[in-house]
């Protein structure tokens, strides 16, 4: 782990959503990895996951790759699962990593009984379909493919990565 310390921007429809630190956990040419904790104010009860103060995110972009897998962790180390967003692949620089998310969305439990897909309405009523056709048809593609890889637990996609498990002690 460099431990560099690195800036995440998420944009969203032309607009900037989230800016957050993050710490790089490993990183190559066309992939970066970092630790952050959970950004957003407050809980988050999607009804399936609860994302709330403490929980930490290993978060892994790809310059190559149409989507970005968060590995979710309690703040007492446990994995809850992977969120996955459906995004533009993933821009690198000094600073940091950008990416603009494309609505689509996929949640995989850490016990592998839950492959949800999300938000596949608002993809929809996004407008990307008209606007940008080829993106679209990438999005819904990205998302075909994350969801046969979570439902084999993602192991695959993350295999290069070194285990990433968020320990409570680093942070305390």
């Not at 103060?53 to 892994?60: C, R, W, Y």
């Amino acid at each position: 782990m460099s431990g560099r310390s690195v800036e995440v921007a998420l944009w969203k429809a032309g607009r900037l959503k989230i800016r957050y630190p993050a710490e790089v956990v490993t990183e190559s040419a066309d992939r970066l990895s970092v630790r952050a904790p959970w950004a957003a104010p407050g809980v988050r009860d999607f009804g399936f996951v609860r994302f709330e103060p403490g929980d930490v995110f290993v978060e892994h972009y790809w310059a190559d790759r149409w989507y970005t897998v968060k590995e979710v962790w309690s703040a007492e180390g446990t994995l809850k699962g992977w969120y996955c967003d459906i995004t533009r692949p993933a821009g690198f620089g000094a600073a940091g990593v950008t990416v603009e998310d494309l609505d689509l969305d996929l949640w995989v439990s850490a016990d592998g009984s839950e492959v949800l897909r999300l938000d596949e309405d608002e993809f929809a009523a996004s407008g990307l379909a008209v606007s940008d056709p080829e993106a679209a048809e990438r999005a819904v593609a990205a998302l075909d493919e994350l969801e046969r890889l979570g439902r084999r637990g993602l192991v695959e996609l993350l295999a290069a990565t070194p285990r990433a498990r968020h320990d409570p002690e680093e942070t305390a």
